[in-house]
Structures are given as C-alpha cells and as structure tokens.
C-alpha cells in the first residue's frame, strides 16, 4: 500500500498552527471534513475517542492519530507539519510537529493496519523526516512522501 493511495496533494497542511493537542485534532478534522463531506464532528470524535484509548504520539516528534468512520469510502489521509512543536503526550514525551491522520472505513480490517503500518515505517526514515520538517511547501512534502514510495519500491 502506497502513501499516494492515502494522501492526495490537496490534503496537505505544509506550516499549521495550532497551540494544542486538542486544537490540532480539531484542525485536522476540518480539514478531512471539507475533504470528504463528512461531518466535522463525526471525525473529531472518532479521533478523539482514539486518542483517550493511549496517544498516537509514536515517537520522534511523529504522531498518527487514526480513526475509523461508517460511512468513509475508502482509506484517507491527511499530513500536517506544525509550525512549532505541540505537546501531544508522546511515548517518548518528545513534542510532535510532523502527523498524519489516517481515516478508515469501519470495515476496513486489516487494510486499516497496513496502512497505519505502511506510514510508521515510511515516517521512520531520518532524511525523509529531516526533509520534511525543513520545507513550508505542501507540493515539497507531497513529493518527499510519495519519493519515499518509489525508492522503496525499487
């Protein structure tokens, strides 16, 4: 499963500011709304509810928060680098700039967990996470995610 199968271009947040965890789940959700005509709430609360379940922080200054909604079409996502650092209740206590949300169908299965998969170990990379922390252009972070795809494949 490829990130360019996750992520369109238009669902990325190249510098958000936000001043909290719950602020920037809030962002998120409007933005995965505007995206997939669901509604905003709907998706805050399905995140949100996943949140409380332990943090999606994994590590790094990395967070995947992550959800699944009824009435969803197919697996999406949505990327956001923040403009500065937010406490977000981290494994390893490390402040997060660099999420993704992953928004899957509820009978998604275990698709919904390669996915999640999938993105942890593209997101792992050292000069992927560099690169993408070092750029403010959502055309740049689209391409570093989706360049990652292809050098893995080869």
């Not at 402040?95 to 928004?103: E, Q, R, T, Y």
């Not at 792992?124 to 993408?132: A, G, I, N, T, W």
Request: hydrophobic fraction near 45%; avoid cysteine; aromatic fraction near 4%.
């Amino acid at each position: 499963m490829a990130l360019a199968d996750l992520l369109q271009q238009d669902a990325i947040i190249p510098a958000l500011k936000v001043n909290s965890k719950k602020q920037l789940l809030q962002e998120l959700a409007a933005k995965a709304s505007k995206q997939l005509g669901l509604p905003e709430r709907e998706i805050f609360d399905v995140i949100l509810q996943r949140e409380r379940l332990g943090s999606t922080g994994v590590g790094n200054g990395i967070a995947i928060p992550h959800g699944k909604l009824a009435r969803l079409p197919a697996i999406t996502g949505l990327f956001a680098r923040l403009d500065s650092p937010i406490d977000f209740e981290a494994l390893d206590d490390q402040p997060v700039d660099l999420v993704f949300l992953l928004l899957a169908p509820e009978g998604a299965g275990a698709d919904h967990l390669k996915a999640l998969s999938r993105i942890a170990r593209v997101l792992r990379d050292q000069d992927l996470v560099s690169k993408l922390r070092a750029t403010d252009s959502a055309s740049a972070i689209y391409a570093f995610l989706n360049q990652e795809e292809a050098s893995n494949a080869a």
